[in-house]
């Protein structure tokens, strides 16, 4: 594999796979700072995408009922702010933090009540819905299986749910969680063999060297190794799927030295300097050893994916990042991260592919850490600094655009991240705790 090597160490599997140039320089720099507006206090601030997230939470508390989302204007590098039910004093106080304001009709309680409609009455496999605040609706997709009898009770649904709710769209696409292909962490099975890639380094609640990876994937296979025919280096402690799609998986060594950092390829890494929270809007980074590094947009929170389970019923999966950064087999339980080092979220599954694009769906690292009670990086031994240079690109880059446009990466194999095949993941709600 093509991780860092640490001294007396054996095997940490360093997250992330290896890309062109042109993608790792583009993602490396830092992000501007933020400054505040200079007019007065209702002029809107320029934020980084990161302080858009804290800004808007503090304003969903201090708004209350009239708060009904907001998103990062990455254009004008502002925080609009969504307030319903026409309380001027309410935009004014939203104006005053530095947030645009936009007056609209949907409040969030209508809106996760149409959430609630839909998942009773339309929880079929190949859809998803979640909140868009850009248009102050619910979006609806179904993808390329759901016809027929289907799809009229999915439209049905979603008229049922009144005028300017809900929009219905749908997708070329199949909903799955990306799975088989890559190089990456293994496992065996009765079914065969099962890959996934390896989302962020983080250490234990007993203070044990671990990594997070995609659920679908911890309740595959309890053993993973770092070379496909290789001896077991990590057993999952923790794992649930569906419902969530997150595993924490231990190394077997407890001296295993896992640091944190995203290997871009080259021997350049970003750093990862905590968790962070996926605002509408702001671009995000993802890495997967099929198609490398690709970027895009955060397009909705919360939201709820419904898989065909291979048993013909449905493996639902709520509280996802929906993105429009492409994925395909082999990238499933990757990292999502900011350009600044934000641990944002671990790859589910999704439609599409890095040559058409199509829906990508993340499980949230904030949710995971709480559920795993497990805290970001292991850390570098002291001493190991100067083992930096022992990163190694691997062989083969070809180009991977990082805007996620250009296929000619596609394809590329290299450690540190991929998928499992698919039959094995698919369960019927196993949570693994050994």
Same mark, same amino acid.
């Given at each position: 594999?093509?991780?860092? @090597?640490?001294?007396?160490?054996?095997?940490?599997?360093?997250?992330?796979?290896? =890309?062109?140039?042109?993608?790792?320089?583009?993602?490396?720099?830092?992000?501007?700072?933020?400054?505040?507006?200079?007019?007065?206090?209702?002029?809107?601030?320029?934020? @980084?995408?990161?302080?858009?997230?804290?800004?808007?939470?503090?304003?969903?508390?201090?708004?209350?009922?009239?708060?009904?989302?907001?998103?990062?204007?990455?254009?004008? @590098?502002?925080?609009?702010?969504?307030?319903?039910?026409?309380?001027?004093?309410?935009?004014?106080?939203?104006?005053?933090?530095?947030?645009? =304001?936009?007056?609209?009709?949907?409040?969030?309680?209508?809106?996760?009540?149409?959430?609630?409609?839909?998942?009773?009455?339309?929880?079929?496999?190949?859809?998803?819905?979640?909140?868009?605040?850009?248009?102050?609706?619910?979006?609806?997709?179904?993808?390329?299986?759901?016809?027929?009898?289907?799809?009229?009770?999915? +439209?049905?649904?979603?008229?049922?749910?009144?005028?300017?709710?809900?929009?219905?769209?749908?997708?070329?696409?199949?909903?799955?969680?990306?799975?088989?292909?890559?190089?990456?962490?293994?496992?065996?099975?009765?079914?065969?063999?099962?890959?996934?890639?390896?989302?962020?380094?983080?250490?234990?609640?007993?203070?044990?060297?671990?990594?997070?990876?995609?659920?679908?994937?911890?309740?595959?296979?309890?053993?993973?190794?770092?070379?496909?025919?290789?001896?077991?280096?990590?057993? =999952?402690?923790?794992?649930?799927?569906?419902?969530?799609?997150?595993?924490?998986?231990?190394?077997?060594?407890?001296?295993?030295?896992?640091?944190?950092?995203?290997?871009?390829?080259?021997?350049?890494?970003?750093?990862?300097?905590?968790?962070?929270?996926?605002?509408?809007?702001?671009?995000?980074?993802?890495?997967?050893?099929?198609?490398?590094?690709?970027?895009?947009?955060?397009?909705?929170?919360?939201?709820?994916?419904?898989? +065909?389970?291979?048993?013909?019923?449905?493996?639902?999966?709520?509280?996802?990042?929906?993105?429009? =950064?492409?994925?395909?087999?082999?990238?499933?339980?990757?990292?999502?991260?900011?350009?600044?080092?934000?641990?944002?979220?671990?790859?589910?599954?999704?439609?599409?592919?890095?040559?058409?694009?199509?829906?990508?769906?993340?499980?949230?690292?904030?949710?995971?850490?709480?559920?795993?009670?497990?805290?970001?990086?292991?850390?570098?031994?002291?001493?190991?600094?100067?083992?930096?240079?022992?990163?190694?690109?691997?062989?083969?880059?070809?180009?991977?655009?990082?805007?996620?446009?250009?296929?000619?990466?596609?394809?590329? @194999?290299?450690?540190?991240?991929?998928?499992?095949?698919?039959?094995?993941?698919?369960?019927?709600?196993?949570?693994?705790?050994?």
């Amino acid at each position: 594999m093509s991780h860092k @090597r640490i001294p007396k160490r054996k095997a940490a599997i360093a997250a992330g796979g290896v =890309v062109a140039l042109g993608a790792a320089a583009m993602l490396l720099p830092n992000a501007n700072a933020s400054q505040d507006g200079a007019a007065d206090d209702a002029t809107p601030r320029t934020l @980084r995408a990161a302080d858009a997230s804290g800004l808007s939470a503090q304003l969903a508390t201090a708004l209350g009922d009239s708060f009904a989302g907001s998103y990062y204007d990455s254009a004008e @590098r502002r925080l609009v702010v969504n307030v319903a039910g026409g309380d001027a004093g309410m935009a004014l106080r939203a104006k005053k933090a530095g947030a645009s =304001v936009r007056q609209v009709g949907n409040s969030t309680a209508a809106l996760n009540s149409a959430a609630r409609t839909l998942k009773a009455e339309a929880t079929i496999p190949g859809t998803s819905w979640a909140v868009d605040p850009r248009t102050n609706k619910v979006v609806v997709t179904a993808d390329s299986t759901v016809t027929g009898a289907r799809w009229n009770r999915l +439209q049905s649904t979603v008229r049922g749910l009144g005028s300017g709710m809900a929009t219905l769209k749908k997708s070329a696409g199949t909903f799955k969680t990306f799975a088989s292909g890559g190089d990456a962490v293994f496992a065996r099975t009765q079914g065969g063999t099962v890959r996934c890639s390896l989302g962020f380094n983080v250490t234990a609640g007993d203070g044990s060297p671990a990594f997070l990876t995609a659920g679908h994937c911890g309740v595959a296979a309890e053993q993973w190794s770092d070379s496909q025919n290789g001896a077991p280096v990590a057993t =999952v402690d923790q794992a649930t799927f569906p419902g969530s799609d997150l595993a924490l998986v231990k190394y077997d060594d407890p001296d295993t030295q896992a640091p944190s950092a995203v290997d871009v390829g080259n021997g350049q890494s970003v750093e990862i300097t905590g968790a962070a929270e996926a605002t509408v809007g702001a671009t995000v980074f993802r890495m997967g050893s099929t198609t490398g590094l690709h970027n895009g947009t955060v397009t909705g929170l919360d939201a709820t994916v419904n898989f +065909q389970s291979e048993t013909g019923g449905v493996d639902t999966v709520t509280g996802l990042i929906q993105t429009n =950064v492409c994925a395909e087999p082999g990238d499933s339980g990757g990292p999502l991260f900011t350009q600044d080092g934000g641990a944002v979220g671990l790859t589910s599954g999704g439609s599409g592919d890095c040559t058409r694009g199509g829906e990508t769906f993340f499980q949230p690292v904030t949710t995971a850490l709480q559920a795993t009670g497990a805290t970001l990086g292991a850390g570098d031994a002291a001493g190991d600094a100067g083992d930096a240079g022992d990163q190694q690109p691997g062989a083969g880059q070809s180009g991977t655009d990082p805007s996620g446009t250009d296929p000619s990466g596609a394809g590329d @194999r290299h450690s540190g991240a991929g998928g499992h095949n698919s039959g094995p993941a698919y369960g019927s709600g196993r949570t693994r705790t050994p």
